[in-house]
Structure formats: C-alpha cells, structure tokens
C-alpha cells in the first residue's frame, strides 16, 4: 500500500510562511502526480498544487504568485511552501498522490493562521 508521510503545518502567523513535506513509500505508480489539496469543514477538500514527474503544474489562483512547489523524484517527495499566509488559508492540507487509475491521501495536517 503507497503511504504518504507529511511534515509541516501548525501555527502560522498571518503574513507568515507555511511549509509543508510529503514523501511517499511503498509501491508507488511509476507515472504520478503528487502535490496538496486542502478541506475546511462543511466545505469540499480542494486543490492547492499538484507537480508531475516532469515538472507540469497545477496551481489554485489563490496561491499564485506567493509559492514555491518542488519535486524530488529520486525520493518520491513534494514540498510546498505558501507566503504571505492569510486567515483563510487556514485548513487541514492533504498530501496527494494519484495515476491514472487510483488516488492516495496522507492523513491531514492541520495549519491554523493566527497571531
């Protein structure tokens, strides 16, 4: 079974910057896409950014322009990073990892944006 181990989140202050890790294991698809989606509660969970193997991007318009998203192949790992943290930034962010055929999902860490 493909586990996805995420590192990262808790308290940030507003302004502040949020990083977040996530390195998978096991028999992970050879063609996949990994990065993070985020949930608050009563509302569905939605994408942050997502990275191919190749470099190919998918980034919400709600962080553009204050992230910075990375790759390591060779350890099967994504980072995140989110600048100018805002209050409703605030969620449980999820790790991802998905082919064509199945998604994965790491257990949720929780970022809480306060002062």
């Known amino acids: 079974q493909v586990q996805l181990v995420e590192s990262g989140g808790g308290l940030v202050q507003p302004g502040g910057s949020l990083e977040l890790s996530c390195e998978a294991s096991?028999?992970?698809?050879?063609?996949?896409?990994m990065g993070w989606y985020r949930q608050v509660p009563g509302k569905q969970r939605e994408l942050v950014a997502t990275?191919?193997?190749?470099?190919?991007?998918n980034i919400a318009d709600f962080i553009k322009g204050r992230f910075a998203l990375s790759r390591d192949n060779a350890k099967d790992a994504v980072n995140l990073q989110i600048d100018k943290m805002k209050p409703e930034d605030a969620a449980v962010y999820y790790c991802?990892?998905?082919?064509?055929?199945?998604?994965?999902w790491g257990k949720g860490t929780l970022v809480t944006v306060s002062s």
């Open positions: 990275i191919t193997q190749d470099g190919r991007r």
């Open positions: 096991g028999p992970i698809p050879l063609i996949n896409t």
């Open positions: 991802n990892l998905q082919d064509i055929a199945t998604t994965y």
